[in-house]
């Protein structure tokens, strides 16, 4: 089957799906994205997904490119179109197509592009039941990280980084020695009293919808948490250390830069961690 792409009301074959060369996404960053895990061909935490995405183009002043009902129909039909059983799909709006200038263009309508892909569980289970490595990097970034902007070159670097050494992400360190997230994922430890660390929304992070679920899962099992900024070094000594995203979902670490997590094996409380959200996902709520 070949892959299906919408552009700006029309479903195009893949291949030949395109944007204007003045489209503002592609000259000034100008736009926002997200992507929306499919678990059994049903789209995981979508209300989350679209409240985000509706508040980004808020904050960036750029219109809805139509009503959340329509789109959530034009999800689906991409969805279908690909054949999509377990995958992901990816929206972008940009302010839309006008004349290179760096003010906001008058009376132009957002671009609105959806993609889906296909993606194996099972390789995410192996990474899962080995646990991954991860490097830190210093935290380059604007300061609006809270918008899902899709000006990513800083996360671009960084992950490339990781993988130029052999990680699977990196964690990145703001001017303060503090962890703020991953490239493409939000960071959390445990420390040597079991207790779970992340650091709490604002502008220094993306409020992650995977993250945001998790916590609630905490919150309904009675599992305590910690919403505070941790360091490097209590990262490097840290009981257990983990990651969260819509495609990772609760993904164990193993070792960060040349500190070795715990036993060097998946943690207890991470493994647990991961089968409470699955559970969550399973149950579609």
């Given at each position: ?109 957002p671009s609105l ?123 490097h000594s840290a ?47």
């Open positions: 089957m070949s892959r299906i792409a919408y552009v700006n009301g029309q479903y195009l074959p893949h291949r030949s799906a395109n944007v204007h060369v003045e489209d503002r996404g592609y000259q000034f960053a100008d736009g926002v994205y997200e992507v929306v895990t499919v678990i059994g061909g049903r789209l995981i935490d979508e209300e989350g997904h679209l409240d985000r995405l509706w508040r980004s183009l808020g904050e960036l002043q750029i219109d809805a490119p139509m009503k959340r009902g329509p789109l959530k129909a034009v999800m689906r039909e991409v969805i279908r179109r690909n054949g999509i059983k377990d995958g992901i799909i990816y929206l972008q709006v940009t302010r839309g197509v006008a004349p290179r200038d760096h003010p906001f263009p008058k009376n132009i309508p592009v959806m993609t889906a892909k296909r993606l194996s569980p099972e390789k995410l289970e192996k990474k899962a039941e080995e646990g991954v490595v991860v490097i830190t990097v210093p935290d380059i970034r604007w300061t609006r990280r809270d918008i899902k902007s899709v000006s990513l070159l800083p996360n671009v670097l960084a992950k490339q980084a990781a993988k130029d050494s052999g990680a699977y992400e990196a964690f990145q360190v703001d001017e303060e020695g503090m962890i703020t997230e991953g490239s493409s994922t939000n960071a959390w430890i445990i420390d040597s009293d079991g207790k779970i660390i992340t650091r709490p929304t604002g502008n220094s992070i993306l409020a992650g919808i995977t993250r945001a679920a998790l916590i609630r899962e905490l919150e309904k099992h009675g599992i305590e948490l910690e919403l505070r900024s941790f360091s490097v070094e209590e990262l009981r257990e250390v983990f990651l969260t995203s819509s495609t990772s979902y609760v993904l164990p670490v193993v070792k960060v830069d040349d500190h070795v997590i715990g036993n060097g094996h998946p943690g207890i409380i991470s493994q647990k961690l991961r089968g409470i959200y699955q559970d969550f996902m399973i149950a579609g709520k």
